[in-house]
């Protein structure tokens, strides 16, 4: 289990450590992404997902994910 999670927001798929304890987000809530980028989480419909993986993210979260995830 790696300390991030993806969720859908502003128009792309973002990473977050911000985790909460009950592993949902909000829909409108405000989170940092892996990216650094403060985006509004959106409601995580089948269309959400298939939005583009954010590029910095993504390539934060392999480096979390090979670094055995320790934060
Ligand atoms: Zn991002």
Known sequence: ???????????GRHATADVRLAGAYATGETIVALC???VTVAKSTEVA????????CN????????SGAER
Request: with cysteine.
């Open 1 to 11: 289990m790696h300390p991030f999670r993806w969720v859908p927001a502003d128009g």
């Open 36 to 38: 650094a980028r403060k």
């Open 49 to 56: 997902w298939l939005w583009p993986t954010c590029a910095e």
């Open 59 to 66: 390539s934060e979260a392999h480096a979390l994910a090979e």
